[in-house]
C-alpha cells in the first residue's frame, strides 16, 4: 500500500502527490480518512509524473491539504452471486439497505470488469407483464 498526500482540494476533484517511483493507476480507488471515517475517490487522470487527480465519490468536506492518501493497488468492488440478490448496495459495494453485513468471504468483482461474451449470455423468450394494458399490448 502507498501513501501519498493532498495537494489540492476544488470541490469533488483532489489532487494527490506519491513520491518519485510509484503512480496509480487510472480508475484505482484511493481512501483517505476523515474523522475516522473512510472516504474513497478514484483516480481519473495523470498529472505529471507524480501527480494525480481523482473524483470524490463522497463529499469532500473536511479534506485539506496534507492529508494522507492511500492507494491499496486496485479498483473498487462490488459483491456478486446468489448472496446479493434482493439486497441493496451502495457505489462502493456496502450494505445499505439495514439488513446483515456479508460474510468476509463473499466473492467481488470488480466494477470495470469485462462483461461475458455474446456466447454466454442467455436470451429469455417470456412476455414480461407490466401491468399496464397499453405496454402490455403494443409491447408484449
Given at each position: 500500500?502507498?501513501?501519498?498526500?493532498?495537494?489540492q482540494?476544488?470541490g469533488?476533484?483532489?489532487?494527490?502527490h506519491?513520491?518519485?517511483?510509484?503512480?496509480?493507476?487510472i480508475?484505482?480507488?484511493?481512501?483517505?480518512?476523515?474523522?475516522?471515517?473512510?472516504?474513497?475517490?478514484?483516480?481519473?487522470?495523470?498529472?505529471?509524473?507524480?501527480?494525480?487527480?481523482?473524483?470524490?465519490?463522497?463529499?469532500?468536506?473536511?479534506?485539506?491539504?496534507?492529508?494522507?492518501?492511500?492507494?491499496?493497488?486496485g479498483?473498487?468492488?462490488?459483491p456478486?452471486?446468489e448472496?446479493?440478490?434482493?439486497?441493496?448496495?451502495n457505489?462502493?459495494?456496502?450494505?445499505?439497505?439495514?439488513?446483515?453485513?456479508?460474510?468476509?468471504?463473499?466473492?467481488?468483482?470488480?466494477?470495470?470488469r469485462?462483461?461475458p461474451?455474446?456466447?454466454?449470455?442467455?436470451?429469455?423468450?417470456?412476455?414480461?407483464?407490466?401491468?399496464?394494458k397499453v405496454?402490455?399490448?403494443?409491447e408484449?
Open positions: 500500500m502507498k501513501i501519498g498526500n493532498i495537494i482540494v476544488s469533488p476533484v483532489v489532487d494527490v506519491f513520491s518519485q517511483g510509484y503512480l496509480p493507476k480508475r484505482e480507488a484511493l481512501s483517505v480518512s476523515v474523522n475516522g471515517e473512510k472516504r474513497v475517490m478514484e483516480v481519473s487522470q495523470h498529472v505529471g509524473h507524480d501527480i494525480v487527480r481523482c473524483i470524490m465519490l463522497a463529499g469532500s468536506e473536511g479534506l485539506a491539504r496534507g492529508m494522507q492518501v492511500c492507494a491499496p493497488g479498483s473498487i468492488t462490488v456478486v452471486g448472496i446479493t440478490l434482493g439486497r441493496m448496495f457505489v462502493l459495494g456496502n450494505v445499505i439497505d439495514g439488513g446483515d453485513a456479508l460474510p468476509e468471504n463473499t466473492e467481488r468483482h470488480s466494477i470495470y469485462k462483461p461474451a455474446f456466447e454466454q449470455q442467455r436470451s429469455i423468450g417470456e412476455i414480461l407483464e407490466t401491468g399496464i405496454i402490455d399490448l403494443l408484449p
